[in-house]
């Protein structure tokens, strides 16, 4: 694979394929040699599915109960923070593994304010919940209950209320079932569909009311072509009961529908999205919708990003406001596994641009071992390295960029490997001609428009390496029959990994087309629901859907 590099006249070397995989990187997986251990310092810490939103700390001996308060809240953030990441441990068991993490000073936690960023480690962040959680364990210590630890996450989840929380009482889920629909109103896909049904098949199994709220495309002002009405029957036939809609989200005829609620009923109402106070998050419109309901169960995971009435205004109306099963997973995975990877740790990113892709890739040069990069972005890189492009898409104004990311990523000691080979086209149309080029041989007038047989091998043998992978954005054109197959080959290599144990996730958008086509979603550990909140998770940044929720309280066990 190609190693990058920023000075041109060492282009041509840069392509001999079996000089260069040596050349990457100390850290590089050669084919000789296929699951280094890359970080050998770093041995991988203990990725456990709940563990990342629910980090548990146990102790045999109540005495130690007080300075666990710290060191509690500093496992919660190494779940959660990229700078916890890579302490080493020296055990295998996961009790020790706990402790071992908490070596690192209380000091540096509690100042890392990074760790305030993602909604998800923000309450490992919070003094006040620090000061809560030592509270709660003095408490617990002196009413003279052995306490063996104590488990939490960092916001509240729908898992935590019960039903004597839920009986009777209507809830407000707002879920995101932004699904395609065909020029029949037929559900093309109805994943996200699917995807909100634990959460709410919880809340009617105990005996809550459910006032179920989405958005459905973008809007302006009452549009039929985007009413919730096409997915009643599916929503129906999920979870087993009549769905009754409503024409409206707010109004004296939804208050008449809510009132005539059943325990264990479900009312969908009309898109969120017809009145502009949604996206605008007015208070008068979100207390509207909150006065609809006694509590707010966010699960939209793929609206987490936006600050709006129903995801984020509501929020200040409603207690409790708690996240559903769906954003706890998506959390745990696009946060718990990718700051807390078991290693070695890929990236794969792909996609047109470059440009779309900075936040991504800077944020991933922080945290994997490896990073493979394809899609329309790679031939930005190689004009950035002097290489000859022919007319493949490049972001003339990214190429320092592309340098600077380059160079980043040999500081980093993350082997970034770029295609050895692309398949070039004379145009871009499903029909075109193609053949495969050299990286660094493409013709002028022609385009590349996927990645080539040699770098699908040599990608596979990096990845064979792997623990984690994370993908986000096609290899290639893959809409085009012709151009589909390096995109293909990732989602099918994916899909063997995950087999062998390999935490597999995929990012959202076109990478999760690409792999429910190939028919492997099912045997991925993660798919992501959301393309622009997975994304923008990926960068590091806040969701302000997952920060409005309340914190979790810690609980004794
Ligand atoms: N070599 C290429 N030249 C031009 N376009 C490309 C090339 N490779 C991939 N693409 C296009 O990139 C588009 C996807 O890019 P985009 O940046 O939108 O990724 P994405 O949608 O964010 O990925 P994901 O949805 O998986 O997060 C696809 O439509 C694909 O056809
Ligand atoms: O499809 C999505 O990404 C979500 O439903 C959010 O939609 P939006 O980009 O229109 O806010």
Known sequence: MLHTHSDPSKASNIFN?????????????????????????????????????????????????????????QTMASAASPTFCSIPTTSSSSTTRTRSSLNVPTTR???????????????????????????????????????????SMA??????????????????????????????QNI??????????????????????????????????????????PLVPRLSELLGIQVVKADDCIGPEVEKLVASLPEGG??????????????????????????LADLYVNDAFGTAHRAHASTEGVTKFLKPSVAGFLLQKELDYLVGAVSNPKRPFAAIVG????????????????????????????????KAQGISVGSSLVEEDKLDLA???????????????????????????????????????????????????ESVKIFNNALETTKTVIWNGPMGVFEFEKFAVGTESVAKKLAELSGKGVTTI??????????????????????????GASLELLEGKELPGVLALDEAIPVPV
């Open 506 to 531: 995929i990012g959202g958008g076109d990478s999760v087309a690409a792999v429910e086509k190939v028919g492997v979603a099912g045997v991925m550990s993660h798919i992501s629901t959301g393309g």
């Open 155 to 184: 916001k509240k989840s729908v898992g935590d209320l019960t039903a004597s929380d839920l009986k009777g009482k209507k809830v407000f889920v707002r879920a995101d079932l932004n699904v395609p629909l065909d020029d029949s």
């Open 266 to 291: 479900v009312l969908l109402l009309e898109n969120v999205r017809f009145y502009k106070e949604e996206e605008k998050n007015e208070p008068e419109f979100a207390k509207k919708l909150a006065s």
């Open 403 to 453: 340098t600077t990311l380059l160079e980043k990523a040999k500081a980093k000691g993350v082997s970034l490997l770029l295609p050895t080979d692309v398949i070039v086209a004379d145009k871009f149309a499903p029909d075109a001609d193609s053949k495969v080029v050299p990286a660094s041989g493409i013709p002028d007038g022609w385009m590349g428009l996927d990645i080539g047989p």
């Open 17 to 73: 394929l079996s000089s260069t995989i040596r050349k990457i990187s100390t850290n590089t997986p050669s084919p000789q040699s296929p699951r280094p251990h890359i970080h050998s310092t770093s041995p991988p810490p203990p990725y456990l599915h709940r563990a990342l939103s629910r980090s548990l700390f146990l102790s045999t001996n109540p005495e130690e109960s007080e300075t666990d308060s710290k060191n509690y809240i």
């Open 351 to 382: 996609g047109s641009k470059v440009s779309s892709k900075i936040g991504v890739i800077e944020s991933l040069l922080e945290k994997c071992d490896i990073l493979l990069l394809g899609g329309g972005m790679i031939f930005t890189f190689y």
């Open 109 to 151: 936690f509690l100042t890392h304010t990074s760790l305030r960023r993602l909604g998800f480690a923000g309450a490992a962040a919070e003094p006040l919940l620090t000061h809560h959680v030592a509270t709660q364990l003095r408490s617990l210590k002196s009413s003279g209950k052995p306490v063996r630890g104590v488990a």
């Open 188 to 229: 093309t896909d109805d994943t996200r569909i699917r995807a909100a049904i634990p959460t709410i098949k919880h809340l009617i199994s105990n005996g809550a009311k459910v006032i179920l709220s989405s958005h459905l495309g973008r809007p302006k002002g009452v549009t039929p072509k985007f009413s919730l009405a």
